[in-house]
């Protein structure tokens, strides 16, 4: 095992990283180029609505079983909470039809022959063209291989997939897409129970981490940005953060878990995404009506997912693209008279905040999939992690967190002297 291995980067993929490494007893210390660890998954306190939200509304399910294992060994599985089944709230705008989808938890799917229980307008039969996604060659796009229209794909499989690859359907890569399938819908309901991080992202994904690193020997050390690497030969010697200079002793490694624009600008000819996505969301400072289910997906509006907190309600728009550029005191009130409509709320808007990542994640084109770069460099030492990296997922939570994890593991067989 490496004597210390040092981590670029305070996200998920930095931070699972690091646990994985410290849990064997290997020093690991990560570092941050900004004041806060968790990356896009991250709470902060919030000015205007004078509460803490999250940066981003994130949904784990069930079956994320790198996630999972993540919170268990920090100790943060208890701050999740969500429905004890695999039920999922709908309502359409447009037609103010309301519905849930309640899959059973065993792997046939005997929920699609009930019709209390699948998408209203669907037959059972309809269910047979998801296969059609997982038989789909390498390269293919979504719109090739699957009828990106009709009851099921406009109520079910579009806004899923759009949720899931934060990139519209059609153009996307169907194998991708094939990896979201296999691991919910086709793994039985058991595998895609909605967990919620109930107090803050980071109360549940970061503080845990940051004290578990401190207790087991590793550390976080912020406001420190890499600037270059020293390469010598086959290996990384040293780090160099500007007014700080890290030398890599022999046995140490190095982990770069950073964005993949940053990773480019440090590694000489690696081939990254370069075509990325946004997300939208907005958070209304006002406490939930009793009832309000935790999570309901938005069929025909501009709001997409609404998600209920015991002191906000907050919206989530993914391929959010075309939002960036309109005027927040436009964007907010239409919201929320989406937001209303749903959950029974008369009268105008409470304060609010638009929350606009304009680079959120790689878009999940064949093209842009196809430039996503394994773990391993040719340095010795030096490996990636990053949910933009080539997990076989779209960049989600699960995916990132697995990239650490690979990271760590492969640190675990270097046998660089």
Same mark, same amino acid.
């Given at each position: 095992?490496?004597?210390?291995?040092?981590?670029?980067?305070? $996200?998920?993929?930095?931070?699972?990283?690091? !646990?994985?490494?410290?849990?064997?007893?290997? #020093?690991?210390?990560?570092?941050?180029?900004?004041?806060?660890?968790? $990356?896009?998954?991250?709470?902060?306190?919030?000015?205007? =609505?004078?509460?803490?939200?999250?940066?981003?509304?994130?949904? +784990?399910?069930?079956?994320?079983?790198?996630?999972?294992?993540?919170?268990?060994? &920090?100790?943060?599985?208890? #701050?999740?909470?969500?429905?004890?089944?695999?039920?999922?709230?709908?309502?359409? =705008? @447009?037609? #103010?039809?309301?519905?849930?989808?309640?899959?059973?938890?065993?792997? &046939?799917?005997?929920?699609?022959? *009930?019709?209390?229980?699948?998408?209203?307008?669907?037959?059972?039969?309809?269910? =047979?063209?998801?296969?059609?996604?997982?038989?789909?060659?390498?390269?293919?796009?979504?719109?090739?291989?699957?009828?990106?229209?009709?009851?099921?794909?406009?109520?079910?499989?579009?806004?899923?997939?759009?949720?899931?690859?934060?990139?519209?359907?059609?153009?996307?890569?169907?194998?991708?897409?094939?990896?979201?399938?296999?691991?919910?819908?086709?793994?039985?309901?058991?595998?895609?129970?909605?967990?919620? *991080?109930?107090?803050?992202?980071?109360?549940?994904?970061?503080?845990?981490?940051?004290?578990?690193?401190? *207790? %087991?020997?590793?550390?976080?050390?912020? $406001?420190?940005?890499?600037?270059?690497?020293?390469?010598?030969?086959?290996? !990384?010697?040293?780090?160099?953060?500007?007014?700080?200079?890290?030398?890599?002793?022999?046995?140490?490694?190095?982990?770069?878990?950073?964005?993949?624009?940053?990773? @480019?600008?440090?590694?000489?000819? =690696?081939?990254?995404?370069?075509?990325?996505?946004?997300? !939208?969301?907005?958070?209304?400072?006002?406490? /939930?009506?009793? $009832?309000?289910? /935790?999570?309901?997906?938005?069929?025909?509006?501009?709001?997409?997912?609404?998600?209920?907190?015991?002191?906000?309600?907050?919206?989530?728009?993914?391929?959010?693209?075309? +939002?960036?550029?309109?005027?927040?005191?436009?964007?907010?009130?239409?919201?929320? #008279?989406?937001?209303?409509?749903?959950?029974?709320?008369?009268? /105008? /808007?409470?304060?609010?905040?638009?929350?606009?990542?304009?680079?959120?994640?790689?878009?999940?084109?064949?093209?842009? %999939?196809?430039?996503?770069?394994?773990?391993?460099?040719?340095? %010795? %030492?030096?490996?990636? *992690?990053?949910?933009?990296?080539?997990?076989?997922?779209?960049?989600?939570?699960?995916?990132?967190?697995?990239?650490?994890?690979?990271?760590?593991?492969?640190?675990?067989?270097?046998?660089?002297?």
């Amino acid at each position: 095992m490496a004597r210390s291995v040092h981590i670029i980067g305070g $996200g998920l993929a930095g931070l699972a990283a690091a !646990v994985r490494l410290c849990a064997r007893g290997v #020093r690991a210390v990560v570092y941050e180029a900004t004041n806060q660890a968790g $990356g896009r998954c991250r709470s902060y306190h919030d000015p205007a =609505l004078g509460i803490t939200i999250d940066n981003g509304n994130h949904l +784990l399910l069930s079956g994320n079983r790198a996630a999972l294992g993540y919170l268990d060994t &920090i100790g943060g599985r208890d #701050r999740l909470g969500g429905p004890p089944d695999a039920s999922f709230p709908f309502i359409d =705008l @447009a037609t #103010r039809e309301r519905w849930t989808l309640r899959a059973n938890d065993g792997r &046939i799917p005997w929920w699609i022959l *009930a019709a209390s229980r699948r998408v209203p307008g669907t037959r059972a039969v309809d269910y =047979l063209s998801i296969l059609r996604l997982l038989r789909a060659p390498s390269g293919a796009t979504i719109g090739s291989v699957l009828d990106c229209k009709g009851p099921l794909y406009d109520r079910l499989l579009g806004p899923l997939l759009l949720a899931a690859l934060n990139t519209e359907p059609p153009p996307s890569a169907a194998n991708l897409a094939a990896a979201v399938i296999r691991e919910t819908l086709f793994a039985g309901g058991r595998n895609y129970h909605p967990l919620f *991080a109930r107090d803050g992202l980071s109360v549940a994904f970061v503080e845990p981490a940051l004290h578990f690193l401190e *207790a %087991n020997g590793g550390g976080v050390v912020f $406001g420190e940005r890499l600037r270059a690497f020293t390469f010598e030969g086959a290996r !990384v010697s040293a780090l160099d953060f500007g007014d700080l200079s890290v030398p890599l002793r022999a046995g140490d490694a190095a982990v770069l878990a950073v964005p993949p624009v940053v990773a @480019a600008s440090l590694i000489p000819d =690696l081939t990254v995404p370069t075509e990325f996505r946004a997300i !939208v969301n907005a958070h209304f400072r006002i406490a /939930p009506p009793a $009832g309000l289910p /935790p999570m309901t997906g938005i069929i025909n509006g501009t709001a997409e997912w609404l998600f209920a907190f015991p002191d906000r309600l907050s919206v989530t728009i993914s391929a959010g693209d075309r +939002l960036l550029d309109a005027p927040r005191e436009e964007l907010a009130p239409l919201i929320w #008279r989406e937001v209303a409509a749903v959950a029974g709320i008369a009268g /105008p /808007p409470p304060a609010w905040q638009i929350v606009r990542e304009r680079r959120a994640t790689f878009a999940a084109l064949p093209a842009e %999939n196809a430039k996503r770069p394994g773990p391993v460099t040719r340095w %010795n %030492n030096l490996l990636l *992690a990053g949910d933009w990296t080539a997990t076989g997922l779209p960049a989600t939570i699960e995916g990132s967190i697995r990239s650490g994890n690979r990271a760590a593991e492969l640190i675990a067989t270097m046998n660089e002297p």
